[in-house]
């Protein structure tokens, strides 16, 4: 295989609990916990989970928004495991971020005009004639009207709001750009719209995504592979066709006994799932979903290894009793 | 023998009337009605939907409910709600205080928008049950302890002491939903309140919605853009465009039965898990027009491009079939 894009490997991010009079460090929330993962040029990525599972935290790390504990970030070549921020400015160009909440990440002091021309302008790029130009495009790109540009982001609704992120995301025509729910807060027409665009793009400059989201029919369209987290680590990994025809994890069966469906009155078979939500807090010992469950054989994989095997041709899933059928678990203790 | 409980829902009480609701800003371009004399009923016990696309009103429809509009640019202009007995469009500032978080709980579309950044959240709950009901300090923690656990937080004592900023943005939604749901309202209206929500806790979150609803006979308007999520949990769904209904049926009607080609439209957007995968989304043509430029005729129209005479006068609101009624525009409901 050639090199990949992105390739991250056995990357943790921890983010200390403090408590206690002194506000000591009294523990750590294990938000990203080894997660390996990589992207090809060209290629998305889905990643879906349960909420709180990290996956905010593992795209924020990749784009170095925050700072690794363990593990290794390659992009394009580069170690950015540890760069610092003067190294990365010149890597942004490349590598994009769309956020999940967009009031958080747009200043809504800014006019929609200076938000789309600022990176143009950090990088030293085109004259103000030209940067005019490359705002209307923009928009024109994410259908929003050029009459926007005057604008505050206060005065759109949500869905144009993350039109306005997706414009300043693509702006300089990255090479990969990490995805936080992009379309969550977006109706579906002007979803299609987005996911038709961001489809548009990959063809047109070979893009890559890495795509978060939790809905699952919206991940399937645009994704090429899905890797299915669950507190802080990786348990499933396939190409999306796969993945949904052929799940192995316990988790990812449930998950996706769980998407709604638009026909009123159906009745579908739901696995609901029993117990807390887990904390990424101190995580149990063993398996995490075994843990949930109260699987019968969780005291099993206490320290055990329950990293990821090839079950199926580039399907992977994690090796753990609790959450594997009898068969597919015997299947993976037989593979390297 | 039970009486289903849809049947129930039919004659039960009106809570909420909404009639020909007028909400406007006031802009540069002049006072813009946002919403555009917008009618529903909420009864107890029912689940009132809402969809429709980007910038058509539906937040600003519940804000105007509450009465917290964007000040001082927006304001209602004409029409009543009544709420039980009560008249909001003329209640005081410190009638809706009560009003609000009591009688009416809020979940708003942003959740950091509903949540103060520099109290923890076991602050802000806590304040929530001070100020509306009788109960001491040491009560009113024990109560905000239970409601995060109602909303499967883990660890939820130790979450108390958090900032918003500590948590990941579908535990920040189950906040906000915890809020809303404190105090026990008879009306609880939930702008896109799982869209941050992965699909099994979603699935839990509105099952836990419908539990509460029917404990306390209450009543919902669910503001989504998932048309799942409509499906499975509303008994009556309205769809916007351009600030007003253009359409308004029980729930297995509007998905057996669309009329308006705006609601097609819609309904065809939406991907499927068997749509192929990567493939272009059927979208609605042209672009929502922003405030200033729309007409006084059909509005879909008006984005279709179509010229003619149905752009000029406002078509009548109809009752096209029993409980079954459209904006009756020749050129987008067929055989009328
Ligand atoms: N403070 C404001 N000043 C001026 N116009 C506003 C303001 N807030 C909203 N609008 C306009 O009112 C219209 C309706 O907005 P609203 O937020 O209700 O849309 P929505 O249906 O909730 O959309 P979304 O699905 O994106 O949340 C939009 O055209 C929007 O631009
Ligand atoms: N700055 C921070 N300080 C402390 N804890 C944090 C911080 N950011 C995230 N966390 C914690 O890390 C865990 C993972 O959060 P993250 O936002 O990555 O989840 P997520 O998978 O994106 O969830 P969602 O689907 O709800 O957005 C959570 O337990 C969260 O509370
Ligand atoms: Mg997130
Ligand atoms: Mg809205």
Redesign the pocket.
């Given at each position: 295989m050639s090199t990949p894009l992105l390739h991250v490997q056995d990357l943790k991010?921890h983010?200390?609990?403090r408590g206690g009079l002194l506000k000591r460090t009294i523990g750590a929330?294990r938000?990203?916990d080894g997660v390996s993962l990589s992207i090809a040029a060209g290629e998305t990525l889905g990643l879906v989970?349960?909420?709180?599972?990290?996956?905010?935290?593992?795209?924020?790390a990749i784009v170095r928004l925050?700072s690794p504990q363990a593990g290794r970030i390659v992009f394009d070549g580069h170690d950015i495991t540890h760069a610092s921020q003067a190294k990365i400015r010149p890597l942004r160009r490349d590598l994009q971020m769309i956020f999940?909440d967009p009031s958080e990440s747009l200043n809504s002091r800014q006019s929609v005009r200076s938000i789309l021309e600022e990176p143009f302008i950090v990088h030293g790029l085109g004259t103000p004639r030209e940067r005019q130009q490359w705002v209307n495009e923009l928009l024109e790109r994410v259908g929003l009207p050029s009459a926007s540009a005057d604008k505050y982001p206060f005065e759109f609704s949500g869905g144009q709001r993350q039109r306005i992120g997706i414009a300043r995301a693509i702006a300089l025509k990255p090479k990969l750009i990490i995805c936080?729910?992009p379309v969550s807060a977006l109706d579906v027409s002007v979803q299609s719209q987005v996911l038709n665009l961001m489809l548009e793009l990959q063809q047109e400059m070979g893009l890559s995504y890495l795509f978060?989201a939790?809905d699952l029919a919206v991940v399937k369209h645009i994704s090429d592979r899905i890797a299915v987290?669950y507190l802080?680590k990786i348990v499933e990994l396939a190409s999306s066709e796969e993945l949904y025809r052929n799940p192995r994890h316990a988790y990812t069966k449930a998950l996706l006994s769980a998407i709604p469906v638009a026909r009123p009155g159906h009745q579908k078979q739901r696995i609901l799932l029993e117990g807390d939500v887990p904390?990424?807090?101190n995580p149990p010992a063993g398996s995490a979903f075994g843990h949930r469950i109260n699987h019968p054989r969780y005291a099993e994989t206490m320290g055990m290894d329950l990293s990821l095997k090839e079950i199926a041709p580039d399907h992977w899933v994690a090796a753990d009793p609790c959450c594997l059928s009898e068969e597919d678990y015997a299947l993976c203790q037989s593979l390297p | 023998m039970r009486i289903e409980s849809t049947k129930e829902v039919r004659v039960s009480e009106t809570l909420l009337k909404v009639d020909r609701l007028i909400t406007a800003f006031d802009t540069d371009a002049g006072l813009l009605r946002a919403v555009d004399e917008v009618s529903f009923e909420v009864r107890r016990g029912q689940t009132l939907g809402i969809v429709g696309e980007s910038g058509c009103g539906k937040s600003v429809t519940a804000m105007s409910i509450v009465k917290l509009l964007p000040q001082p640019s927006g304001r209602i202009l004409d029409g009543s709600i009544r709420f039980k007995d009560r008249d909001l469009v003329h209640a005081s500032g410190a009638e809706m205080r009560k009003i609000r978080g009591n009688e009416i709980g809020v979940i708003f579309q942003e959740p950091m928008t509903a949540l103060n950044p520099s109290h923890t959240i076991g602050k802000q709950l806590c304040e929530c049950f001070l100020l509306h009901k009788p109960m001491s300090r040491k009560e009113a923690w024990q109560a905000s302890v239970e409601m995060l656990q109602l909303v499967r937080i883990?660890a939820p004592e130790q979450?108390m002491h958090?900032y918003p900023?500590?948590?990941?943005?579908?535990?920040?939604?189950r906040i906000v939903i915890a809020l809303a749901m404190a105090c026990r309202p008879d009306l609880i209206i939930a702008d896109e309140p799982t869209t941050?929500?992965?699909v099994t806790?979603q699935a839990q979150i509105l099952e836990l919605i419908k539990e509460q609803q029917q404990a306390l006979n209450s009543a919902m308007i669910l503001i989504t853009h998932d048309l799942g999520v409509i499906a499975e949990t509303c008994d009556e769904v309205v769809v916007m465009y351009g600030g007003r209904v253009v359409e308004k049926a029980p729930v297995e009607e509007i998905f057996r039965a669309p009329r308006h080609a705006y609601t097609k439209g819609l309904l065809a957007s939406m991907p499927h898990l068997d749509t192929p995968p990567k493939t272009m989304l059927p979208v609605i043509p042209g672009m929502v027009e922003s405030l200033q430029n729309f007409v006084r005729g059909c509005r879909f129209c008006q984005r279709l491009q179509r010229q003619g005479t149905s752009t000029l006068e406002r078509p009548a609101f109809v009752e096209i079939s029993p409980h079954h009624w459209v904006e009756a525009c020749p050129l987008c409901v067929d055989s009328l």
């Open positions: 991010v983010f200390p609990v929330v938000a990203v989970g349960e909420s709180g599972c990290g996956k905010s935290t593992l795209g924020k925050s999940q936080d729910e978060i939790h987290m802080g904390s990424p807090i | 883990p979450r958090d900023h500590q948590l990941s943005g579908g535990m920040r939604q941050a929500l992965d806790v």
